[in-house]
């Protein structure tokens, strides 16, 4: 597993994937790998109410990445408490949330995915 975003044939990245690219309509046909890329927190916020199975605090942060004529931004969870200008890079996470919290049908689900690590 990657972390992943997308691309359309004119270089516009988005994260997540759209069905088509918000700016120009055109297909997401390709994948712009960020697993080892280093981003930027642009924002960042600690939410101390959360859903059933998401760990409480939960920090979130937009994070940024600079790919050379474009960038794209990315919201996510990240491994510790984050300041608006940390470096930050993706880390694999084996469950995101707690599948035992109260949710009826376990297999719907992504469990796994990425956090942002400081550098
Ligand atoms: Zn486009």
Not at 13 to 39: F, M, N, S
Request: charged fraction near 25%.
């Amino acid at each position: 597993m990657n972390f992943e975003a997308h691309s359309c044939p004119n270089g516009h990245v988005t994260y997540p994937r759209h069905t088509v690219c918000p700016k120009c309509g055109e297909e997401q046909t390709e994948i712009v790998d960020l697993t080892d890329e280093v981003g930027t927190v642009v924002t960042w916020t600690t939410s101390t109410a959360t859903p059933p199975g998401v760990r409480e605090p939960n920090h979130l942060a937009i994070v940024e990445f600079n790919l050379g004529e474009t960038n794209v931004r990315a919201l996510g969870q990240t491994t510790d408490p984050v300041e608006t200008g940390d470096q930050v890079t993706p880390v694999f996470c084996k469950e995101l949330r707690d599948p035992g919290a109260g949710i009826r049908e376990k297999e719907s689900q992504d469990w796994d995915g990425y956090r942002f690590s400081p550098v």
